[in-house]
Structure formats: structure tokens, C-alpha cells
């Protein structure tokens, strides 16, 4: 038991649809209450037939496992389930367990109930139909078969068991419970399937969400959630916030001579250098503009802090050591513009592109910023 108990859990933390989960449970959970409730018939001592139907329900869910999981004929294991069941197996053990006096009527529930989740569409719809009219035939069926029906139209009880009072109570109650834990186990293995499918989903929006926002290379945002960050802190600006873009020397030569596996190392090792800089409480941002440049979004309390701040950077970014090259040296020229309130954001990338442009002409290793208009 405890083994089967965890196929099922394995197959619920499977990688499948979750209609193939619902239906895997459903069938598991089928084999293990026919299995009890056949148990229970012979010890009842019913009737020899009455036990021989119920074993026969459970070869019927055994042989829809090994067409489900051996052959992996998805459809024709759900619609012999359905069927054979409903259609045959319950009407059968309807009459040789009791009839209505029984626990038969509860069955038949649980029997509908089945279709819902296992088939869908038109197969659901058909078989649940044919279904209801067989299980209403046979109850009206089995009213003529018993003591009290209209004179002249009684049919021969023979096939229909009779159940003394104990009898009818005990297998009322026991097919009440066996039922209750069916319908709840399968509820309970369903919505977990259901959770566990949604969190996947979830966890797959919210890496397709971070992807979308990060570069690939170096995890920094991308250059499009950085124009999106900066439009909604336009309102910001003019409180101390500064743009700095940077551009990593020589990368080229650095591409040429050491090799590109290595440019990708370097590129990844200075972004880690950035993302450290910014404080997120305070909606700094660090973002690779492209290729070996990158923009960086802070805050500082006046011009000269920010200027101290970034050149603080451009050193550590220096002073790295490369365990591939030692004693190589990578440096970075940084262009600095102050955000001010109103002025376009284009205005403002153009200005601390324009400072870039300033520092790597001046020999590069430096940083340049804007001078606050008075």
C-alpha cells in the first residue's frame, strides 16, 4: 500500500498534463477502493457472484492500467473506464449486492462523478448521458423485481439479491465511507496536481518575466527595462539623481589578444562590480546599454558625492584581479549626467554619452561629469 501511495505521488510530481495526473489518480485510487470493496462483499457473504462482479470491476481497472501505462493509449484506457464501468460493471453488481436496499446508488455517484474529470468534450457529454440512462433503467428495472410492485408486472427477482436489515445497514454505511474517501482522496490529489501545475506555470512566468528584463550575459537589466525604470523615476528627477554610462577600454583589443570566452568573463566579473554599487531601496538600477558599455542609475546627496562615488567604482574595477592573466588590468571610462526635473530623458543620455565620449578622449581610466548649469 505504502508503495502504491508513492507511484501516486510520483506520478502527481511528474512532468505530465494535468488531465493525464487526474487520470492516473483516479485509476490508482479506483484499484485500491474496488479492491476493498470486494474484501468487503465476501466477508458480507452476499453472494459467490456478488464477490466474483466486484473482482471483476478490479480486473477491469487492472487491465485499463496496463492499456494506460504499458501500451500508453491515453484514450481508449479512459473511455473503457468509463464505460465498462458505468455501463456494465455497476449495473451487474447493482443487482448481485442488494439493488436499492444496498450502497449500489452511492456507487453509481462516485461512478458519474468519474466521467467529469477523466473525458471531456463530446466523450464526456455521450458517456455521461448513456451513463445516467443506464443507471436509471436499472433502478426503475429493479423496482419490478421486488416485493410491493404492481401486480402483473413484476419480473423475476432471481438475479436481484435480497439483503436482510443488517446487511443493507452494514453495506450502506460501508459503501458510504469507502465512497467519501474516493470522492475526497480524489479532490484532495486533484487540486494538489492543480497547485503543483500552477506553480510550475508560475515559476515559468516569472523566469520568462526575469528573462525579459535581464541580459543574458552579465544578468544586468537589459537596455529596455532601463529606459522603462527611468520613465517612471522621471518624476524623481531633480532630487539627486544621477545617470552614469561606462565603457570598458579596449575591449576589443582585449577580445583579440585573450580571447572572447575570456571578454564574456570580464564583462560578467565588472557587471558584478555594478550590480554591488546600487542600493535597490533606493531605485538605483545597474544596465548593459550594449556591448561593453553599461548605464548605471544612483543617487547622491550633491554633484561632488556622485563624482566620488563613480570614480570610487572606476578604481575598484581597476585594482580587479584576473586569475586567467595576472597583472592584466582592465579599466573603464565613465561619463556622469545630473537628472534634472523636465529635462527629456533623451536629453539626459545624450549628455552623459556626450561625457563618455569627453573621458575616453582624455586619455580614458577617468570620469567626467556635467557641470550644473547655475
Not at 205 to 231: A, C, I, P, V
Request: with cysteine; net charge neutral; hydrophobic share 50%.
Amino acid at each position: 500500500m505504502k508503495k502504491l501511495f508513492g507511484i501516486i505521488k510520483s506520478q502527481l510530481n511528474s512532468d505530465r498534463e494535468l488531465e493525464e495526473k487526474i487520470f492516473a489518480s483516479i485509476l490508482n485510487l479506483g484499484i485500491i477502493v474496488v479492491g476493498i470493496s470486494a474484501i468487503v462483499t465476501f466477508l458480507e457473504r452476499i453472494s459467490a457472484f456478488a464477490t466474483v462482479a466486484i473482482l471483476l470491476a478490479e480486473l477491469m481497472f487492472v487491465l485499463t492500467m496496463v492499456i494506460y501505462y504499458k501500451f500508453h493509449n491515453t484514450i481508449l484506457a479512459r473511455r473503457m473506464l468509463c464505460y465498462l464501468i458505468n455501463c456494465f460493471l455497476i449495473p451487474v453488481i447493482f443487482f448481485t449486492c442488494g439493488g436499492i436496499d444496498s450502497g449500489m446508488p452511492i456507487y453509481m455517484l462516485a461512478g458519474l462523478f468519474m466521467i467529469v474529470p477523466v473525458l471531456d468534450g463530446r466523450d464526456r457529454i455521450v458517456c455521461f448521458s448513456c451513463s445516467l440512462i443506464v443507471d436509471i433503467a436499472v433502478i426503475i428495472l429493479s423496482y419490478f423485481m421486488m416485493e410491493g410492485a404492481p401486480e402483473g408486472m413484476q419480473l423475476p427477482g432471481n438475479i436481484l439479491v435480497k439483503l436482510t436489515l443488517g446487511a443493507r445497514v452494514t453495506d450502506v454505511a460501508v459503501s458510504l465511507a469507502l465512497m467519501s474517501i474516493f470522492v475526497c482522496l480524489t479532490f484532495g490529489l486533484v487540486l494538489r496536481a492543480y497547485r503543483t501545475e500552477r506553480k510550475g506555470r508560475e515559476d515559468l512566468l516569472r523566469k520568462l518575466d526575469m528573462l525579459s528584463k535581464k541580459d543574458d550575459l552579465t544578468g544586468l537589466y537589459n537596455r529596455r527595462e532601463l529606459f522603462w525604470h527611468l520613465e517612471t523615476m522621471k518624476t524623481f528627477f531633480g532630487k539627486r539623481y544621477f545617470i552614469a554610462m561606462f565603457d570598458i577600454d579596449h575591449f576589443k583589443m582585449i577580445n583579440d589578444t585573450f580571447g572572447h570566452l575570456f571578454g564574456d568573463v570580464a564583462l560578467k566579473e565588472i557587471a558584478k562590480k555594478m550590480s554591488a554599487f546600487c542600493d535597490r531601496q533606493e531605485d538605483e538600477i545597474a544596465a548593459r546599454f550594449g556591448g561593453e558599455e553599461f548605464v548605471i542609475f544612483f543617487k547622491a546627496m550633491d554633484d561632488r558625492e556622485a563624482f566620488r562615488k563613480i570614480d570610487k567604482l572606476r578604481r575598484e574595477i581597476g585594482e580587479m584581479q584576473w586569475e586567467e592573466h595576472p597583472g592584466l588590468s582592465i579599466t573603464i571610462s565613465v561619463g556622469v549626467a545630473i537628472c534634472v526635473h523636465g529635462k527629456p530623458l533623451e536629453e539626459t543620455l545624450n549628455e552623459a554619452d556626450k561625457q563618455l565620449y569627453a573621458a575616453k578622449g582624455s586619455g580614458r581610466n577617468k570620469v567626467c561629469m556635467e557641470k550644473r548649469a547655475q
